[in-house]
């Protein structure tokens, strides 16, 4: 069955970075879009990017573009995201999740990485 | 960006109530929306695909209409397990937006 597991939580200082690992399997791993989703404590759902695993490219939001990067590698089907410059705005949970062209929408999700900014 | 306007943002209903959720694009999305139902703790599970689709094994008391800027969700007959937040998301090719989300508390 499909499974998306990320890295365990992370506790940063702000103005440093994080990187989150999200490892597919059940699945070919190129054949579907990863995105990032984050959500603050008590708040929203934001949708931060995708990666298209297949061709390496990516689409940030606009309000992130300058401080985020999303990477994959193939050998362990595995995607990353890193957030730089972290400030205490960017304390939430990070998901990974596999977008389904022909549902429009996520149909797995990763279990979730607690990114903590705290001095 | 495309911005999804939902409401209300809390609703309080009864069991066995009809419940009805509206999203809004600030510009037409067609029928690329989706619904989500996310619990405390969890990841949000989809619900309803490109407007009005339900996703397999989700309970028919759940529907989804609309296209163009406007959108709603209905739960026909609110049960226990229906107690939770409700998200809109719109997507094309390169970016997606959530709405803002709506909580659905026991009255």
């Known amino acids: 069955q499909v499974q998306l597991v990320q890295s365990g939580a992370e506790v940063k200082k702000p103005g440093a970075s994080v990187k989150v690992s999200c490892k597919a399997s059940?699945?070919?791993?190129?054949?579907?879009?990863l995105h990032w989703v984050r959500q603050a404590p008590g708040q929203g759902l934001e949708w931060l990017g995708l990666?298209?695993?297949?061709?390496?490219?990516?689409s940030y939001a606009q309000k992130l573009q300058a401080r985020i990067t999303m990477s994959r590698d193939t050998s362990t089907s595995t995607v990353y995201m890193e957030l730089s410059s972290l400030q205490s705005e960017d304390t939430a949970v990070y998901f990974c999740?596999?977008?389904?062209?022909?549902?429009?929408?996520?149909?797995?999700w990763g279990q979730g990485t607690l990114v903590t900014v705290s001095s | 960006d495309i911005q999804m306007t939902q409401s209300p943002s809390t609703l309080s209903a009864s069991i066995g109530d009809r419940v009805t959720i509206t999203c809004r694009a600030s510009?037409?999305?067609?029928?690329?929306l989706a619904w989500y139902q996310q619990k405390p703790g969890t990841a949000p599970k989809l619900l309803i695909y490109?407007?009005?689709n339900l996703k397999s094994g989700v309970p028919s008391r759940f529907s989804g209409s609309g296209s163009g800027t406007e959108f709603t969700l209905t739960i026909s007959s609110l049960q226990p397990d229906d107690f939770a937040t409700y998200y809109c998301?719109?997507?094309?090719?390169?970016?997606?937006?959530f709405g803002g989300g709506t909580t659905v508390e026991i009255k």
């Open positions: 059940g699945y070919t791993f190129t054949n579907y879009y």
């Open positions: 490109k407007a009005s």
């Open positions: 510009q037409s999305i067609s029928n690329y």
């Open positions: 998301q719109r997507y094309n090719s390169y970016s997606l937006t």
């Open positions: 999740a596999r977008f389904k062209w022909e549902l429009g929408g996520f149909d797995s």
């Open positions: 990666i298209d695993p297949s061709s390496v490219s990516t």
